[in-house]
């Protein structure tokens, strides 16, 4: 008689069943056991979740937000996987057995050498960075994109649509959506494309000096007039839409009226800062200072906090130096992270290391945890700022 | 690449699956090493109204219990879709995993083998003959 999973589980009392292999019995490679968390389960049940990764990278499994590495963990017992019956077609047993008393034949259909499990890891954008820095959107290269239209993507070379990230960066939808918002990447066309500095520049520049030409507050710019603007020199519009989002924040927005913007101080200041500094230039301090304040749209004050993650001193001598050291040049990757860190600076104290990792996410561990890992923390008196340096 | 986990079943149809498993290896005797299928393995009795059971394999006698698994177990399934495609010479295959079934308990058996016959002949001098076609190995 026939019997699977269901007889094992629902044996009752003071009976028994006999476990046999089934007649399709064998290796069932395309099978195999995955552990999941009990709370994963609805995702996973109701097709929610994604496998992604090239074929020479390790798999990882996406739900809509998080990202997890597949690891597969051995056991040394023997485990009898019984299916239900039927899972596996008519079951040709007992046709010629010797047994003349029917009995319920539990069939085992393969031994499982182990199971996948899951663990949490950030998501891999490193590789959306590499990507969208094959191809950076450029005043001169801004055709072509329209120019390939209709073609295949295959044949365009560092421009990546939306499915074409998901099919290379192992990171859940969320989590790649984040990843170019914090590149203030702009979807172009059906492209994304992170801008090119002097690029946004340019843009920026248009927008001050008409701001300036038609005596418009920064502090409360109508949309329209500023998309129409710099149409009208020759951006497109989503780009003129992304400088607001980039440099501004949205003040007020009232139906069927255009929307308000705020230029962001810290935001424009920063760019400002950088561009002096673009090229791996050091100046000395007071002359950047000099340079900087000279260069920022009237109305906004330029403080050297708004420069942390983006910017380190150096004492050469008696003077103060200053350079490009932007966090966003950095790899996600924390082991990768603390070794460029390192290879700039030997030690660090924490007021000067925090906004170096401040972005950095580990699922299960914490910022202690991380610099734990790390870095070797030493402190030479008690009331001294401990400092850290590399393992 | 991208591939998609289906499942057929939702939540609540999800097919559930068995699991028996024991310490060590279960061999087969050399005649039968090749042909497991349909062969016995042993028999699983549960002696009474408790979650305890009793497997017996060859002339070992296992104890174990069902236990529930602290996180459940999916069984998945890769397919392999071969896609004819007209426009092209190559047909691209794609895969697809599948959720076939679910484990939520397990019987399992970890307690030192009880030998059910009092003593073994060393080779060479009787044998005991063993009638079962597939023995356990610890």
């Known amino acids: 008689m026939e019997g699977g999973a269901e007889s094992v589980l629902g044996l009752q009392p003071y009976s028994s069943i006999s476990i046999g292999y089934h007649s399709s019995f064998g290796h069932h490679d395309d099978l195999f056991l995955l552990e999941l968390d009990q709370t994963l389960l609805p995702d996973v049940l109701h097709q929610r979740v994604t496998l992604r990764g090239q074929l020479n990278e390790d798999a990882v499994l996406c739900t809509e937000s998080n990202t997890y590495a597949v690891k597969f963990v051995g056991t040394s017992n023997t485990v009898f996987l019984i299916p239900p019956t039927d899972q596996f077609g008519q079951n040709a047993n007992n046709s010629d057995s010797k047994i003349s008393a029917p009995k319920v034949v539990a069939s085992v259909i393969k031994v499982a050498p182990g199971n996948m499990e899951l663990v949490e890891v950030s998501p891999r954008l490193d590789k959306l960075k590499f990507l969208l820095s094959e191809n950076p959107l450029r005043c001169d290269n801004l055709f072509e994109v329209e120019d390939f239209e209709g073609s295949e993507s295959n044949g365009k070379i560092g421009l990546y649509k939306w499915s074409d990230l998901v099919e290379r960066v192992q990171a859940s939808d969320a989590e790649l959506f984040a990843g170019l918002k914090a590149l203030s990447a702009v979807e172009i066309n059906g492209y994304w494309r992170v801008v090119d500095e002097k690029y946004m520049d340019e843009v920026l520049n248009v927008l001050l000096q008409n701001s300036v030409l038609n005596d418009w507050s920064l502090n409360s710019l109508n949309e329209d007039a500023v998309i129409g603007v710099l149409e009208t020199d020759g951006f497109p519009r989503p780009l003129a839409e992304h400088c607001l989002q980039v440099y501004g924040s949205k003040v007020d927005e009232e139906t069927g009226l255009s929307s308000v913007w705020k230029l962001d101080e810290k935001r424009v200041c920063l760019h400002f800062a950088k561009g002096i500094l673009r090229g791996g230039k050091k100046k000395k301090l007071e002359s950047f200072m000099d340079d900087w304040n000279r260069k920022i749209p009237d109305g906004m004050i330029a403080r050297f906090d708004m420069l942390e993650g983006e910017v380190l001193t150096e004492r050469i001598g008696v003077e103060k130096w200053v350079y490009a050291f932007s966090v966003s040049s950095l790899p996600y990757n924390p082991a990768e992270r603390f070794q460029m860190l390192f290879h700039e600076r030997p030690k660090w104290e924490w007021n000067d290391l925090q906004p170096y990792i401040k972005d950095l996410r580990v699922p299960g561990l914490s910022s202690e945890g991380l610099l734990l890992k790390y870095t070797r923390r030493s402190q030479p008196t008690a009331e001294a700022e401990p400092i850290f340096s590399s393992k | ?138």
């Open chain 2, 1 to 138: 690449m991208q591939i998609q986990v289906k499942c057929s079943c939702g939540e609540e149809n999800c097919p559930e699956w068995a699991i028996v498993e024991l310490q060590g290896t279960v061999e087969a005797q050399p005649p039968f090493q090749d042909r497991l299928q349909n062969l016995e393995i042993g028999v699983l009795c549960r002696p009474s109204s408790q979650e305890s059971y009793i497997f017996t394999v060859g002339y070992h006698e296992l104890t174990g219990s069902k236990v529930p698994l602290k996180k459940p177990l999916l069984v998945m399934k890769k397919v392999k879709h071969i896609d004819a495609d007209q426009s092209s010479e190559l047909n691209s295959s794609r895969v697809e995993l599948e959720v076939v079934g679910i484990i939520r308990h397990r019987i399992l058996f970890k307690t030192r083998p009880k030998a059910l016959i009092s003593r073994l002949q060393p080779l060479g001098k009787e044998r005991v003959s063993v009638q079962n076609p597939v023995l356990l190995n610890k």
